[in-house]
């Protein structure tokens, strides 16, 4: 191809000058990018794109259930990974066709907004010449004379948009158009969804989400850095710097259940200050529930849900004593059976090989309402009934000064696998009940008391994304259910003289399928017969 | 906020008979369908028109808008075969005492539970198949489509039935993330546009029948005469989509708020929400393809049918197969 333009082709005219073409070009892919069929083929890709999310586990939504899909799906899984396919709505094609489809919309709008400025300015057309021709047509002689019909027919007319024009031998007519609002709820609906597409993504920019578990004891949180936080997924341009100031003091955690351990009601009992209350250490009451979030210094707070801290003590043989409520995750949410590792330093040893084989972990399970068979403990309901745990206790090296990141929920398991951290005693306790190491250290488990889990949550633009939301709905009722038509009355003094008068009546309906017909013929009956008709 | 046992009990008793009741109507309307008049003065009505249009020039006539009128002017044509319009007419009775009875069912539900009777899925499918009985009612009133009706119970009855059977729940009240006002204006609306939306859905399959067999009689040649006229079918799967579309918005624009304050965002691509976008996306490339050329007719059609079945798979599968926020199904 290239090879023969270059021979053959003589040099360039105008017409096809390279800055032409590339102009044609650029013309080209404008009008072909914001034709309607474009439009409807982005529209079709979008929907498909999005379909996957709905199929594949996604990683902001369920990061363990998407890593064991991949790791359970081979070379298959990688390779949807690295296409993006579990994280589909952040993905670079996702973005691409929404993309596309918002200069699609601009490049549509644009031209469209002209139009609806050019045609709310206009006035109705004119009265065409046949108005027989026209889908929707009634004429009838009336005996009235011209001038009665005329100014019936104006008064009917009132809340349309008319114009009266004269023509020959002492016709008149009248243009009539209504159903404006209806190009107007279009174009609201349109810059709306643009403006809501435009606040959604400044969204994902500047908010934030962090979770943090808080003990139902009257701890506290304070909204003043994210390391504060058990995890926080920070938007882009959001850096754990300048957080919105104010703190949470969590006093108490109810649950509520039906006799089938359904719950019922989740409420928790805060206080919270913020703004001028922080300096002046003033706590405001607050009822937090499901459904009822906390909004305080354009920050929301949730009550995601609750569980279970074991309190231990452990009284090491030379006297020491430590006491540690931990919170333990909750594995059953309709038993609230909680698993967790409660983890102990020894005290006053400063020789960290010796520290290394002294640390305590007293992992297990918890159960709120035990049931104990043939030795094992499992939970039979949520609420707190004599609460038991069944635990191991692991003695030896935790790993703790590894460097190694450890969650708060369980031991290192590579500890154990080294032998470097063993089981030294496995019991089932109840409240005061303790264990007795073979080096005399005394473990007792002391009480359970509730912890809750806590999200806030922080989005600037999210109120805007509501009210263009709105405007959308409302634009596009407009746009739905208003019908744009038009109605022609012709008047003519019929012929030889006398009173009587030919009415001519057309109608249009300007957009399809509007089931114009039955307002039409209420129009005209009205107009013929000469009487308003009786509601 | 304990449930009662006996209302629920009469509430059950109430949907099977609806049930019942409407797959008896069902039969009247298919035996209609077959042998009535109403089927034969469609037929009649396509081949008129075809000579019409073969004798084009003659005085224009307003076809475009009015089914009604030439309906009645071929009734004078046809002689009446009363027997089997009575039994189309009572096909309808059938159909109002049933929905008389789902209703019921509806209410003594959420009497016994003292809620809004959609908090599972039986309950949810019980609603959505009460308002598309009650829009089918609506359409039949207004077009002539009765003896269409069997078709339309079709869909519903299936529903009902795997509603009473598969996904039958208990009356039990909601966990506390439903107990909100929420639920009775988000699951409200999402009920009342997924119920409108089965009438397009089915008016754009019969579309695609009878075009087919306007393109090329042999096709589908016994059946689709009997159909309505296509701009008919399509007027009816217009309106309603138009109707239902602007509360679908509405009721995922509910969704969102209520969102907000119960997950802690107002957008999170759950599942549910993302095949309710995709529903969206699809019945918003309806709309637009009713304006681009090419793509009138069976391709509209086909979008819509297209969207119904994203809300099919919204119903089912969404709630069945994965695992989402909108878990509330009810089943194992």
């Not at chain 1, 496995?426 to 359970?448: P, Y």
């Not at chain 1, 107009?527 to 009786?534: N, Q, T, V, Y």
């Not at chain 2, 109430?14 to 034969?40: C, D, M, N, W």
């Not at chain 2, 997950?263 to 637009?288: C, M, N, Q, S």
Request: proline share 5%; aromatic share 10%; glycine share 8%.
């Amino acid at each position: 191809m290239t090879a023969t333009e270059t021979t053959t082709a003589p040099p360039p005219k105008y017409r096809d000058s390279r800055l032409r073409r590339v102009l044609a070009f650029a013309r080209n892919t404008w009008r072909g990018l914001t034709s309607m069929r474009t439009a409807l083929i982005l529209l079709f890709l979008l929907a498909l794109a999005a379909m996957p999310g709905t199929l594949l586990p996604q990683r902001p939504l369920n990061p363990p259930k998407t890593d064991q899909y991949i790791a359970s799906h081979g070379w298959w899984g990688t390779l949807l990974d690295r296409l993006q396919f579990f994280n589909v709505y952040s993905s670079v094609w996702f973005s691409a066709i929404y993309l596309l489809l918002m200069v699609s919309l601009v490049g549509c709008l644009l031209p469209r907004t002209l139009e609806y400025y050019r045609s709310m300015r206009a006035k109705p057309v004119l009265t065409p010449r046949r108005l027989s021709r026209m889908p929707h047509f009634e004429q009838a002689r009336l005996d009235r004379s011209s001038d009665e019909v005329f100014a019936a027919a104006r008064a009917r007319l009132k809340y349309w948009r008319t114009v009266e024009r004269d023509e020959e031998d002492g016709t008149r007519s009248i243009s009539a158009e209504r159903g404006y609002l209806r190009e107007t709820g279009n174009l609201l609906f349109h810059f709306s969804l643009l403006g809501l597409i435009v606040f959604f993504a400044l969204g994902k920019l500047y908010s934030y989400e962090g979770q943090v578990i808080v003990q139902a004891d009257g701890s506290e949180f304070c909204n003043s850095g994210i390391l504060n936080y058990d995890s926080f997924t920070p938007g882009l341009r959001v850096d754990g710097t300048d957080l919105d100031p104010f703190c949470i003091k969590v006093n108490d955690m109810y649950a509520e259940y039906t006799a089938a351990n359904e719950p019922i009601a989740y409420r928790s009992h805060i206080q919270y200050q913020s703004g001028a209350d922080l300096q002046n250490n003033v706590w405001q009451p607050y009822l937090l529930e499901v459904n009822s979030p906390l909004r305080t210094a354009g920050d929301r707070v949730y009550l995601l849900g609750y569980g279970y801290s074991p309190t231990f003590t452990v009284t090491w043989p030379n006297g020491q004593k430590r006491s540690q409520t931990i919170q333990w995750a909750t594995t059953d949410t309709t038993t609230e059976l909680g698993e967790g590792a409660t983890k102990f330093d020894p005290p006053g040893i400063t020789d960290p090989m010796v520290r290394r084989t002294k640390e305590l972990a007293v992992t297990g399970l918890l159960a709120p309402t035990p049931q104990v068979q043939n030795g094992i403990l499992t939970s039979i309901a949520p609420e707190l009934n004599h609460p038991m745990v069944a635990v191991d206790v692991m003695q030896g090296d935790l790993g703790l000064d590894s460097g190694q990141t450890q969650s708060i929920f369980s031991i290192d398991q590579t500890m154990v696998d080294d032998g470097r951290l063993k089981r030294v005693a496995r019991e089932n306790l109840a409240e005061g009940q303790s264990i007795t190491l073979a080096d005399g250290t005394k473990i007792s488990f002391d009480g359970v008391q509730k912890w809750v889990s806590l999200q806030v949550s922080h989005d600037p633009t999210q109120v805007y994304v509501l009210v263009c939301a709105i405007s959308m709905l409302v634009g596009l009722g407009a746009s739905l259910l208003i019908k744009r038509r038009r109605v022609w009355i012709r008047v003519t003094p019929a012929d030889g003289g006398g009173d009587g008068t030919v009415l001519q009546v057309g109608g249009l309906a300007r957009t399809d399928q509007a089931g114009y017909g039955e307002e039409f013929n209420r129009i005209a009956n009205e107009l013929i017969s000469g009487e308003k008709r009786k509601k | 906020m304990l449930v009662n046992e006996t209302l629920s009990q009469y509430s059950d008793w109430s949907y099977t008979s609806a049930t019942a009741i409407y797959v008896l109507a069902l039969v009247f309307f298919l035996i209609e369908q077959a042998f009535g008049a109403k089927g034969r003065i469609a037929a009649e009505r396509t081949r008129e028109r075809a000579r019409e249009l073969v004798g084009a020039g003659g005085p224009p006539v307003s076809e475009s808008e009015s089914g009604t009128s030439s309906t009645t002017t071929s009734t004078a044509s046809v002689p009446a075969r009363g027997r089997y319009e009575r039994i189309g007419r009572m096909g309808v009775a059938l159909m109002v005492l049933g929905a008389l009875l789902h209703f019921s069912a509806l209410t003594l539900r959420g009497l016994a539970t003292h809620r809004l009777p959609w908090g599972n899925m039986y309950e949810y499918i019980m609603a959505v198949t009460f308002i598309a009985v009650v829009a089918w009612l609506v359409v039949v009133k207004k077009f002539p489509v009765r003896h269409l009706s069997g078709f339309m119970l079709l869909p519903v009855v299936i529903l009902m039935f795997i509603g009473g059977t598969l996904l039958y729940t208990v009356a039990a009240p909601v966990q506390p993330a439903l107990q909100s006002y929420w639920l009775a204006i988000h699951v409200t609306a999402a009920i009342i546009a997924s119920g409108i939306f089965m009438i397009p859905g089915v008016a754009s399959i019969f579309y695609l029948f009878r075009t087919a067999h306007e393109r090329n009689p042999e096709k589908f040649a016994r059946f689709a005469p009997k159909l309505p006229p296509a701009d008919v079918l399509d007027r009816v799967a217009y309106r309603a989509t138009v109707l239902a579309f602007p509360l679908f918005t509405f009721g995922v624009l509910c969704g969102a708020i209520w969102a907000e304050s119960a997950w802690g965002r107002f957008w999170g691509w759950d599942p549910k929400e993302t095949t309710a976008f995709i529903a969206w996306v699809v019945y918003a490339a309806y709309l637009h393809s009713r304006h681009t050329a090419g793509w009138r007719g069976t391709r509209a059609a086909v979008i819509n049918i297209l969207g119904f079945a994203v809300m099919v798979f919204n119903l089912f599968f969404i709630n069945l197969v994965t695992t989402g926020l909108h878990s509330y199904a009810g089943v194992g």
